[in-house]
């Protein structure tokens, strides 16, 4: 466990939902987005990679038996326990980190890693990746996305790692540098409730390399 890199994160969960997920329009699109490129079947078993609060964790309850969620800040663990106690073992919290990951190979029937691996030290990047291939059961999935910004990922960089080891089914922008213009769509509550951010997401899968902002890909072994 990268303790330094624990601390981060034990300090960010300082206070409840720090992305912002409850009351930012962009990050709830995200998340939508995100879900929408799984393929709508039955998965046995689930990894989620960097649960945080539970939020993506609530929508894979939909469509799992088993969901094994993690996260490297136990203050967000100990928020998930309280929060999912009434689904019993159908949810089992850990704090793992993402680099020492503790399962047997081809346990999963899905692996969903939103935002995360960019946080680790580059040097870990492919080990990450040939992790997760591991883990991965052969008819599986897994989603993965990322932000495409300065100092997280260039756009092809993250389709050639995640092609070095996968076989990429999609690949989908999940949200846009658009819906940042101003500050305004993401602020203002009634604006979600128009076509702005359809519009706007239409243009960025014209223009991915352009305008997206965040960038999913769905892929299997």
């Known amino acids: 466990m990268d303790l330094c890199r ?15 997920i409850k009351n930012v ?5 995200r998340l939508e987005n995100s879900f929408k490129l799984i393929p709508p ?5 689930i990894l989620e990679l960097g649960c945080s609060e539970g939020a993506f964790t609530s929508k894979l ?37 993402i680099t020492e990951l503790k399962f047997e190979p081809e346990s999963f029937d899905l692996i969903t890693c939103l935002e995360v691996i960019y946080y680790p030290p580059r040097n870990f990047l492919l080990e990450i990746v040939d992790t997760l291939y591991t883990l991965l059961k052969k008819d599986g999935y897994i989603l993965i996305s990322v932000g495409i910004l300065p100092g997280y990922f260039k756009y092809q960089e993250f389709i050639n790692l995640v092609s ?22 993401k602020r203002i509550p009634i604006l979600s409730k128009t ?19 965040h960038l999913a890909i769905l892929a299997t072994k």
């Open 25 to 29: 329009y962009a990050e709830k699109v």
């Open 41 to 45: 079947k039955h998965y046995p078993q």
């Open 195 to 213: 076509k702005i951010y359809e519009l706007a997401m239409m243009i960025t899968r014209k223009f991915s390399r352009q305008l997206v902002r």
């Open 6 to 20: 624990q601390k981060r994160f034990e300090d960010l969960y300082s206070k409840e939902d720090p992305w912002g």
């Open 164 to 185: 070095r080891r996968f076989k990429i089914v999609k690949i989908e922008p999940v949200t846009t540098n658009l819906f940042k213009l101003g500050g305004v769509i």
């Open 61 to 97: 309850l939909n469509i799992g038996d088993k969901i094994y969620a993690v996260d490297i800040s136990e203050i967000a663990i100990n928020r998930c326990k309280t929060y999912f106690s009434e689904f019993g073992d159908k949810v089992i919290f850990s704090v793992q980190d």
